[in-house]
């Protein structure tokens, strides 16, 4: 059962343009939301977390939304730019656990 | 500052044949470890996770191991390997709020 999904395996967005990518959860009991980025060959890099006590939490060109109530969260990264082109990972964390779980990763394109 | 070293970067190995990947981090002490594999289409699976020395915890019933004999090194292993053992191996390190991953390992199992 897969705790954290990305439905999307891929994302295609205009450089300049927004990319907004999707996350869903199913466990109640996570407190933490966590966004990797990773390039190929190498190790995931954190990007950016946000608390369950939080609706938004921005760090430059990048936003993690957190709506709680659908049990669903967002990146956003405005503007797009080429260096974006990653995989990105949705991950989550349970209360008093260290262990992050997973999502299946979005591969996003940003095209010139 | 605090690393984490793999090695090797790359192996292509025979089925049926022994594995030993390694992992060493450096700049702190008694740091919880984990080891990940990110196969084709799957993301990234927790493998095993260590909070000390001699202290491993399998996530996945599977064909590997894992030791930690020093306190900043972390050993994934197995007796044979199977086709399906392909992927991409990448240790971690717990943070404050997060984890911290190495370079990664790819296994090739031909």
């Known amino acids: 059962d897969q705790q954290v999904k990305q439905n999307s395996p891929s994302l295609s967005v205009q450089e300049g343009r927004i990319s907004i990518l999707n996350c869903d959860y199913t466990?109640?009991?996570?407190?933490?939301f966590l966004w990797y980025k990773k390039y190929p060959a190498e190790g995931p890099t954190f990007l950016i977390s946000?608390?369950?006590?939080?609706d938004k939490n921005e760090d430059g060109r990048f936003t993690v939304f957190l709506n709680k109530s659908a049990k669903h969260l967002s990146l956003h990264i405005v503007p797009s730019q080429p260096g974006d082109s990653a995989v990105y990972f949705c991950?989550?964390?349970?209360?008093?656990?260290?262990?992050?779980?997973f999502g299946k990763g979005t591969r996003l394109h940003i095209l010139p | 500052s605090q690393t984490i070293h793999q090695w090797p970067a790359t192996l292509v190995q025979p089925v049926g044949s022994p594995l030993s990947l390694e992992c060493t981090v450096e700049?702190?002490?008694?740091?919880?470890l984990y080891w990940y594999r990110q196969a084709a289409g799957r993301g990234l699976q927790l493998l095993f996770y260590?909070?000390?020395?001699?202290?491993i915890s399998s996530e996945v019933p599977q064909n590997l191991s894992a030791s930690r004999p020093q306190d900043r090194q972390f050993i994934l292993s197995s007796k044979k390997l199977l086709l399906s053992d392909s992927g991409f191996y990448l240790c971690?390190?717990?943070?404050?709020?997060?984890?911290?991953f190495g370079p990664g390992t790819r296994l090739l199992v031909l």
């Open positions: 991950a989550a964390r349970i209360v008093g656990d260290d262990k992050i779980i």
């Open positions: 260590s909070v000390g020395i001699g202290q």
């Open positions: 946000i608390s369950s006590i939080k």
């Open positions: 466990n109640s009991m996570f407190d933490y």
């Open positions: 971690a390190r717990q943070g404050q709020e997060t984890q911290y």
């Open positions: 700049g702190t002490s008694n740091p919880n």
